[in-house]
């Protein structure tokens, strides 16, 4: 370890020569100097990557450290190789097809220095199409948490993360290495570090790829990370770890990936369910008396969502037409869990309102769905509404008394986004459009089944 770095800002390289220098440019440009950035080419068949990476060390010669290996191995293997060269105290990591914000290492380092704390995490922005957007994420940590627990992480990528590198080396907690899913092991490193801060505003900018490996075969996607995770589950840290503990853990790993897994499926017309869910059983098996983790949670609907689901497969795994009977139970799981709660807003608020439901992601296909089978009308935006095949909200906003954002993440984005574009007709009412956070509001009234 060298006193005079700080941060070891690590960067996995794989096929995207037209995006590094954006990235190394916000790394050498921070505003913090007292860091290394270690960029690891893994095997790229784009020797524009090598030249570059070669550019940058000639350029920074005492800030960027290039690292080459010929055998294409995964960004889990990447990072491991940058864990074990960086001279920092503390780690931050860097998909070499985003960015960060110029004052991010100043910003995160400053948060773990003052608290003393082993680990900080940061919102970031979400850009698509050109669009950019707010993430918020994590709310259920505080902004300084002692032996935090995962029950409330929806987000645990390592790129919000700065950790302390001893961390991870005194507890064994690298990178599983596999080709994805490897960010499964931030889990534990939420679970080993004593204190935890949150930095509540965003530092790193996440570009959305159409190309990137895992939005390019969502099902093989869903089997490889489910393994990276029962990979971690025989972690030495994670074996010798007391059953409350497993339990967070566990809870944490389903609760992350299973809106993804579950909708990516669902739309696909021969989706092996059967495989998905003796993965997810098998996870939710590394832990003893799983369900208990009610006194741990909020019983919101997101919790209930995934326990209905998990029980219906643990009593229909064995069934020989397991994919056909849960495809039919899961079309009708949210009327179960959501119709006594939209029928109670819907006479609260939505009666006689023009209603806009800004269908972020995966939940937005949901809450479609459910407003669509209660009989509600209602018109469809989306940060990215022209590729989603919604009406942009310049077209909507004269016509509209209430915004439902269907995911709490976006919520601070569509806040400026409708405030920033008032009515301009003069033919209607001029008043404020109210904005409601739709997931949280179904969180906190749905049904228990």
């Not at 790129?159 to 596999?178: A, Y």
């Not at 790829?209 to 029962?230: C, F, H, T």
């Not at 589950?233 to 990936?257: H, I, M």
């Not at 089978?373 to 590729?387: H, L, P």
Request: aromatic share 12%; hydrophobic share 35%; glycine share 4%.
């Amino acid at each position: 370890m060298n006193k005079n770095i700080k941060i070891s800002i690590i960067i996995p390289i794989y096929n995207t020569a037209e995006y590094l220098r954006r990235c190394l440019d916000s790394c050498v440009f921070q505003t913090m100097r007292e860091i290394e950035i270690i960029a690891v080419c893994d095997d790229s068949p784009d020797i524009r990557e090598r030249q570059i990476i070669q550019e940058y060390e000639r350029d920074y010669p005492n800030m960027v450290r290039g690292i080459l290996h010929e055998q294409n191995q995964g960004a889990g293997y990447s990072r491991n190789l940058g864990i074990r060269a960086a001279r920092g105290e503390f780690l931050m990591f860097c998909d070499s097809d985003d960015y960060l914000d110029h004052n991010a290492c100043k910003t995160m380092y400053d948060a773990v220095t003052f608290h003393n704390a082993d680990l900080a995490v940061c919102d970031y922005y979400y850009m698509r199409d050109g669009v950019i957007g707010t993430r918020t994420v994590n709310a259920g940590i505080e902004s300084v948490s002692h032996n935090q627990r995962p029950f409330y992480l929806d987000k645990s990528t390592v790129w919000i993360v700065i950790i302390k590198k001893t961390l991870i080396e005194d507890h064994e907690l690298f990178f599983p290495q596999f080709r994805l899913g490897e960010d499964s092991i931030t889990v534990l490193w939420y679970v080993a570090a004593k204190i935890i801060t949150k930095v509540n505003q965003p530092l790193y900018y996440y570009i959305y790829r159409k190309s990137s490996l895992i939005g390019s075969m969502p099902e093989q996607a869903s089997e490889d990370i489910a393994n990276a995770y029962i990979c971690v589950f025989n972690y030495k840290y994670f074996v010798g770890s007391d059953n409350e503990t497993k339990r967070a853990v566990c809870y944490s790993s389903l609760r992350r990936f299973f809106g993804y897994w579950m909708e990516h499926l669902y739309q696909a017309p021969n989706g092996n369910f059967h495989a998905l869910l003796k993965h997810l059983i098998d996870i939710k098996s590394y832990c003893d008396d799983f369900y208990t983790i009610t006194i741990d949670v909020k019983q919101n609907w997101e919790t209930r969502r995934m326990f209905a689901i998990l029980r219906f497969a643990e009593r229909n795994l064995t069934n020989v037409d397991f994919n056909n009977s849960f495809r039919h139970f899961y079309s009708n799981l949210d009327m179960k869990i959501t119709a006594k709660a939209i029928k109670k807003l819907y006479y609260q608020k939505l009666k006689e309102k023009r209603i806009v439901l800004w269908a972020a992601g995966v939940y937005g296909r949901i809450h479609q769905e459910c407003l669509r089978n209660n009989g509600i009308e209602f018109e469809i935006t989306d940060i990215n509404a022209a590729s989603s095949g919604y009406k942009s909200w310049d077209e909507l906003k004269d016509k509209t008394d209430i915004v439902l954002v269907s995911s709490s993440e976006f919520v601070e984005t569509v806040i400026n986004i409708v405030m920033s574009q008032t009515k301009t007709s003069e033919t209607i009412d001029n008043s404020l459009i109210e904005i409601l956070d739709f997931k949280t509001y179904l969180n906190e009234n749905c049904n228990l089944i």
